[in-house]
């Protein structure tokens, strides 16, 4: 049972384009939702969040949107560039998850931005 | 600050083999996680700790065991390696300070063969 799904296995842009990353999540009670990058042969690192009252979370060249009702967030990195070439895991937490902090990942989505 | 460090970075066991993968924190936080990363799957939650001598079960808890003994330290002790637990090993912590950003920061991972 995947409650959170990221489809696209990977997704290839060339720098200077918009890269958009997708997520879907089934279940209803997620209220919190952040987006982890990871480089080869490195631990997964923060990139941006967004809490359930919001619609869209923008920091510098990343912003993150999310559709309730759709049950979908998606991540845009504009412009794209050659070091954002890397995994990108979405991550969900539940409202009773708020005492643990027990996210759920997607798969990944492998991105490469070519020069 | 060194953050999350885990040791060690490689390891092979043979099956029937047991081991212990070590985790540490310096950030005084007080929740850690254990997760493990299969090719092209999300990380999965192994077990998790919400602070000294409290530990629980994740998603895929079978085959480990955990202490906690100090805030410090969270290290994942593996019983009678199997194939099935070779896998990349990623140890994280979190404050749950709360909003906007209540991330979990990840140790480098380790990157386990069983055969």
């Known amino acids: 049972d995947q409650q959170v799904k990221q489809n696209s296995p990977s997704l290839s842009v060339q720098e200077g384009r918009i890269s958009i990353l997708n997520c879907d999540y089934t279940n209803s009670m997620f209220d919190y939702f952040l987006w982890y990058k990871k480089y080869p042969a490195e631990g997964p690192t923060f990139l941006i969040s967004?809490?359930?009252?919001?619609d869209k979370n923008e920091d510098g060249r990343f912003t993150v949107f999310l559709n309730k009702s759709a049950k979908h967030l998606s991540l845009h990195i504009v412009p794209s560039q050659p070091g954002d070439s890397a995994v990108y895991f979405c991550?969900?937490?539940?409202?009773?998850?708020?005492?643990?902090?027990?996210?759920?990942f997607g798969q990944g989505t492998t991105l490469q931005v070519k020069p | 600050n060194a953050g999350v460090t885990q040791t060690p970075k490689f390891r092979i066991l043979k099956i029937g083999q047991s081991m212990t993968l070590q985790c540490a924190q310096d950030m005084n936080h007080n929740y850690m996680y254990w997760y493990r990363q299969d090719p092209g799957m999300g990380l999965k939650l192994i077990y998790y700790s919400v602070g000294a001598g409290i530990t629980d079960k994740g998603e895929v808890p079978n085959g480990y065991n955990v202490s906690r003994s100090t805030t410090e330290d969270f290290p994942l002790r593996l019983e009678l390696a199997a194939p099935s637990q070779t896998s990349v090993y990623f140890c994280a912590s979190n404050t749950l300070a709360g909003a906007p950003r209540d991330e979990q920061y990840f140790g480098p991972g380790t990157r386990l063969t069983v055969t």
């Open positions: 967004i809490s359930s009252i919001k």
């Open positions: 991550a969900a937490k539940g409202h009773g998850s708020s005492n643990t902090g027990k996210l759920i």
